[in-house]
């Protein structure tokens, strides 16, 4: 089994930044397309973000491009989301995930190990 552990979240003012930091040990980081969602109270698990493998290629969703920048260090095993100009509708638990397979997926179903969260409060 594959650990993912997210750090990074908290209590931020409208505006604020944030940067969330998602560790996976072990050897493999580099052969996993790493992934950002994000879930919110009575919503469903949405994509924010994601890279391939090496980090060259990079996925927004709509509502985030311009504010989050996601990258990645395969030397230090870890993946980061920048998430800047934060909104109170950015309120959420942030999950990274790493898929095996596919790159820059939209869908949950696509990754193979997911973290335990990290919560963003954004107050106005």
């Known amino acids: 089994q594959v650990q993912l552990v997210e750090s990074g979240g908290g209590l931020v003012q409208a505006g604020g930044s944030l940067r969330l930091s998602c560790a996976v040990p072990?050897?493999?980081?580099?052969?996993?397309?790493m992934g950002w969602f994000r879930q919110a109270p009575g919503k469903e698990r949405e994509f924010v973000a994601a890279?391939?493998?090496?980090?060259?290629?990079?996925y927004y969703a709509d509502f985030v491009k311009g504010r989050f920048a996601i990258s990645r260090d395969n030397a230090k095993n870890t993946v980061y989301l920048q998430m800047n100009s934060l909104k109170p509708e950015d309120t959420a638990v942030y999950y990274c995930?790493?898929?095996?397979?596919?790159?820059?997926?939209?869908?949950?179903?696509?990754?193979?190990?997911w973290g335990q969260g990290t919560q963003v409060t954004v107050s106005s």
């Open positions: 890279n391939s493998w090496s980090g060259g290629s990079t």
């Open positions: 995930a790493a898929s095996i397979v596919y790159s820059g997926s939209y869908y949950l179903d696509d990754y193979d190990y």
């Open positions: 072990g050897r493999t980081f580099s052969s996993y397309a």
